[in-house]
């Protein structure tokens, strides 16, 4: 499955984007540059064509990268930008249809902005979650209505597991262990990925969220969007080759 990946010219073929690269590679990298701008202006929608936020003290500040504060941004902006850009082009190089990778496509930016959201702002965007839920709805209905059925079960699913750990970790904890925004978003991923391949989402996102905890020395805040993301891309992908491996195992 691996070495399909680089089958060139079966991807050239399937999309017909023979003398087009430079155009399709063109589009992928404006995509790429929209969760920036999406995630660092979530509550100021206004401000979404005015620039960039700073990761330190949040101004706004009109694509200039270094802030007032002196803190300059621009590794971080560049880095979500590239892992952003790498998995589209993953996407469209790994699907084989172009229904799949309207889907993936979306579910990147949409992952990429909540995370840059998360880790500058400290929250999932309802307004963001709320869009996306509405088209991935009407895309599953009006392209992928057979999955419709699985898309509902992963949502309800999702919604109901998360409550459920947000409820009882209230009472133990006797504080919020679970934001409002979190379960809105893992919702929506339901929907996206199915009842199985939530379920492998959530187990990759814990596990690789709890191995970087374990690393990182500071208690402070710890965005966990981007670990949500990292389990959602793996289980879109492989999910069910690691499904198929574990049910091989038992
Ligand atoms: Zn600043």
Known sequence: MLINLFNFN????LYAIEGKEIFIVGGILILSAI???LGSN???KKAIF???RCINCGKNKNFKFTCECGKNS???YLTVFFITFASLIFSLIKLNNLTDFLIASLMIILLSSVSVSDIIERTVPDILVLIFGIVFLLMRILLTPERLLDSF???TGSFLFFLTIAYVGEKIYKREVLGGGDIKLYGVIGLILGLNLTFISIFIASLSGY???FFIKERDYIAFVP????GVLISYFYGKTILEGYLNLI
């Open 10 to 13: 079966k991807f050239i073929q």
């Open 35 to 37: 969760p920036l701008f």
């Open 42 to 44: 979530s509550d100021k």
């Open 50 to 52: 005015k620039g960039l």
């Open 74 to 76: 621009k590794l971080f």
């Open 153 to 155: 079960l992963g949502m």
């Open 211 to 213: 191995i970087y905890s």
């Open 227 to 230: 670990f949500i993301s990292f």
